[in-house]
């Protein structure tokens, strides 16, 4: 499995195309510059064939309707960050975005924890809101996409709408106890490993304390 990453969009957020069969791909998170994003998929010789989206921020979906249209690929979006494709205001673009808003016509909303297939490749949602009520993390073999849900020592914001401290901390749980080790990938800056937020990242620190007692 090959994974690339180009930093797209106001916020460079990250978004991650992966082969997941020869001359096909899918991306997680388009936050923009989809004319950018097209260019490299033509460079590589691949085809886009689904578009995951961790939430519905606009750092995260801003390229996602032109590279629906432009490719046909399938989007997917856990049901309750739904509203924030069409919405300026609830995917916070209208106060922190100097860019239009294109709001997507097309999607399918997952609904718990489930399956994506596409080439050779599963990806198993799992449900991490927080960040946001929908927020997912998309697994696929030995990796992580977390979104906006884990980064490198740190965890994604609380305190936007339909964000929530609590629930992050439970979604932090529900990763610290996934079994072995993971690579991450997560929405903004470096990516990690999963061994080494458990043991280092302040929001997991309670979970380590218990597991020593």
Known sequence: MKIYTLQLGELRSNCYVIETAPGRCVAVDIGGDSRLLAEFLKMKKLRLRKILLTHGHFDHIGGAEEMH???????????????????????????????????????????GDCYINDGDCTFCVLHTPGHSRGSVCYICGDVIFSGDTLFCCSVGRTDFPGSSPDAMMQSMRKLYDLEGDYKVYPGHNEPTTLAYEREVNPFMREFREKHYE
């Open 69 to 111: 249209q432009l490719t046909g690929a399938e989007v997917y979006i856990h049901d309750l960050d739904v509203p924030m494709l069409t919405s300026e205001s609830a995917s916070l673009a209208a106060g922190m975005s100097i860019r239009p808003f294109k709001p997507l016509t097309d999607w399918t909303a997952v609904c």
